[in-house]
């Protein structure tokens, strides 16, 4: 219910493309409405049937994340993460066109969420991202504390074992690696 109050057109949009591609996901939201409507677009690549449901996934200080699908041509379809901002602020607008540049710049990394393309709907920007099961890496290993560990942040008992923490740990530094390899601000990494 709440997911719905937020959504422009109700339910879910429907229908929709996503622009993607370098060239694309640098454009500001005039220059994507006016390309929005085209049949096709230089450097652009328009995946069809876009969908984003009123299933909240998470909520951060200025943005919204919702369950979305797309399928192609092919009529594959495949889940992924649509974020939207709470309000128009300046500040909010800004922050999102960050965290999209920042995640093209980033590129394809098997540890770090992949930005599939950007969306206008309703004059709304919405930056389209895999969906990855299973929540964040931080709810994860909230979860995983052990009884009356919720609260503590010294010394923190947790129920995964050392393997699953050395693969964490492992998959962690990769990230790091790449970020600093792609020469992504230490701000930029959170």
């Known amino acids: 219910e709440r997911g719905q109050e ?7 949009i429907v229908g929709a493309d996503i622009l993607t591609a370098d060239n694309c996901v640098d454009l500001g939201v ?4 006016k ?21 909240l996934l998470g909520e951060g200080e200025f943005g919204i994340v919702y369950k979305g699908r797309y399928g192609g041509k092919d009529g594959n379809m495949t889940d ?20 999209k540049k920042t995640l093209k710049h980033v590129g394809k990394h098997p540890n770090i969420v992949t930005l599939i393309g950007t969306r206008i709907e309703g004059g709304n920007v919405l930056v389209v991202t895999e969906l990855i099961h299973g929540g964040s890496l931080e709810n994860i290993l909230k979860a995983k504390r052990a009884p009356g560990e919720k609260k503590n942040y010294h010394n923190v008992f947790c129920k995964l074992n050392d393997r ?9 530094a990769a990230r790091m690696q790449h970020l600093e390899e792609r020469k992504v601000k230490p701000i930029d990494r959170a």
């Open 30 to 33: 005039e220059e994507q409405r």
């Open 80 to 99: 992924l993460a649509v974020k939207k901002l709470k309000d128009h602020s300046a500040i909010a607008t800004e922050t999102l066109s960050d965290e």
């Open 164 to 172: 699953q923490l050395v693969t964490i740990a492992f998959q962690t």
């Open 6 to 12: 937020r959504l422009d057109s109700g339910e879910k």
């Open 35 to 55: 390309i929005s409507s085209q049949e096709s677009v230089e450097g652009c690549k328009k995946l069809e049937s876009l969908e984003v449901f009123d299933e």
